[in-house]
């Protein structure tokens, strides 16, 4: 069991000196330190000393714990996030603190997955601290008994992620994966998820593995529906939720699914090469009455070389902990542990159900700027059933609406927003129904280190770009 404090380092450590006086000003004793808790926020940028509220100030303070350059707007969190101050300082002193002292991590990191998971909403044994989405994704598809012929039924708006393990799962072993095709834009709901799903599903169907949401579209496709649907098949669902840590305040369990693999350094903000990775472990007949599927740990230096596992438990109670023996490979880093746990901490002392509002908050602002200027039409995200949205944004900049099919013009789009207006973001391209050709529309990531006045002027700069490159 590896021991991290998630003390903060000397940076931090005056910091931390500090917020006693923070403290002090917020509950009125003698500030000695500051004479305001704006003040305070300001000099101190640590979760802990965040002002109370929900108001500007208090995101104005959220701003103010991370580190990026302030000569960007950046918004494409989708991408890669970006670690705040203290997680930063975490990292970097632990790792000297094992490099001064030769220290070894043969940890199944167990302090660490408890608080995450505590976060998450399901249970220590449930939780992998994995290397990224696409790692989970790889141990998911490598880890199920896959036969011959045995169909996954998935979209044809997955990512490489998942696709190169289901690739892999084809070409190793003959495995079937068809796609159904998915809806772009805002005249969409989320029963037409389900009813395309169900469409699908044959004799042959083993899994049913979708990005919620999808990366493409920024569709969050509804998981528990989609759960409730494969458990009435007998599936195994598997949930590409690369965008769900530190976006979406979901409970891991209550989503009913069998697996989810997601980042930890894009939404969540942990130190780079970190994932997520849910894997339902006992059986809660409220959310998923099925039995667990047969999965191994495949890669693992934990897994006992002699006498095997018992068999995956029927009831409420594991019967081992699948999560350690996936956690506990060879030597680890007990810096990006605690930096991770950290990057946690800061989430759980905001709320993540905070975040979540006022993340969708933001794009929902954001699609509503986009259809005044644009029209609804040029929005590829789907906007007004609350069930399928999430806070990506996919749009067509351009003035001639045909323009979206230009990869060159679509690049050129991204690299102009950034060298002329000093804003990052990206574009994706993606099938769309009755379209011969790829549309490749931009997509603007919102968070929680974002003002409202950033979403406006994203707006701008773009209506201001698309009129230059009319
Ligand atoms: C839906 C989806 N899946 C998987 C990935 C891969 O993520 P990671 O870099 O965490 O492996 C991404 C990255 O953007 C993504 O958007």
Redesign the pocket.
Known sequence: MSKLSSRPSNVSRRGFLRFAGAGAAVTGLSATAFSTVAEAAEQTPLAANLPPGNDDAYWRAVERLFTLDKRVLFMNV???GSPPREVLDTVDRVHREVAAGAQSAYSDFADVRALAAAGYGCDPDELVVS???????SKILAGLNLREGDEILTTNH?????NVPMALARDRHGVVIKRIELPVGNDQHAEDYVAAFERAITSRTKVMLF?A????TGTMLPIQLLAKLAQEHGLTTVV????IPGMMAYNFHELGVDFL??????WQCGPGGT?MLYIRNKVLSQYNPNPLPEFWPVVSSSYPSEGGVPPRTGGSKESYNIAAYLQSVGNGSLAIMAGVRSACEVWDRIGRKRIQDYVLGHSAYLKELLAERWGVGSLYSPKDDPRLVCALTSFNPFRNPADVLDHAKSDQFVARMKDEYGIVIRNVDFPVIGSAKAHVPVRISTHLFHQREDVERVVDAMWDLAGKMA
């Open positions: 989708g991408t890669v290397h990224n989405t696409s790692d989970g994704m997955e990512h490489t992620g998942g990005s949401p999808t990366y493409k590409d939720g690369a965008h693999a997601g980042s930890a350094a894009k994932g």
